[in-house]
């Protein structure tokens, strides 16, 4: 009896903390910027909804995310721990002499927001490179 109590324990708490996860998405905000003195980048990630702004003086455009690429940015987003990205070291350093715009990521949970340092347009850091190519690409559409 015990051991079926301990099972079931710890499916219970196992289903809710995949659950909580998910539910963190909908409020959680990912910011990805990248600038320099000809580029101007803006893609901001929030519940299943992206904007793109181009430009400074650039409108944003606002679309709203399939469910399969929201499953990629949800799977990736669950990899990343958010206490680490301000820790995140740049792998190149272009950005030091006009050769990369700067990019950053922030995020936004639970109104607590993690931002990283700068790095170079195109080269994240390696933790959280499939994230930032997953949120650029909407940049491309």
């Known amino acids: 009896m015990r051991l079926l ?3 079931f324990f710890t499916i219970f708490i196992a289903t809710s903390c995949s659950s909580q996860k998910l539910a ?3 409020t959680t905000k990912m ?3 990248a600038v320099s003195r000809g580029v101007f980048k803006k893609i901001i990630v929030e519940n299943k909804t992206v904007s793109v702004t181009n430009g ?3 409108e944003a455009v606002e679309k709203k995310i399939d469910d399969v690429k929201w499953k990629q940015i949800v799977a990736e987003f669950s990899k990343i721990k958010l206490e680490n990205i301000p820790n995140l070291k740049a792998p190149t350093e272009k950005r030091f002499y006009d ?3 700067i990019g950053n990521l922030k995020i936004t949970q639970n109104q607590k927001t993690y931002e990283t340092k700068g790095f170079d347009n195109g080269f994240p850091p ?3 490179e499939k994230l930032v ?3 650029t690409d909407f940049a491309k559409e």
Do not use: C, P, V
Request: charge should be negative; avoid cysteine; glycine fraction near 4%.
């Open 5 to 7: 109590s301990f099972l």
């Open 99 to 101: 050769g990369a715009a």
């Open 56 to 58: 400074r003086n650039a």
């Open 31 to 33: 910011e990805y910027s």
């Open 24 to 26: 963190d998405m909908t």
């Open 133 to 135: 190519n997953l949120l």
């Open 126 to 128: 390696k933790e959280i």
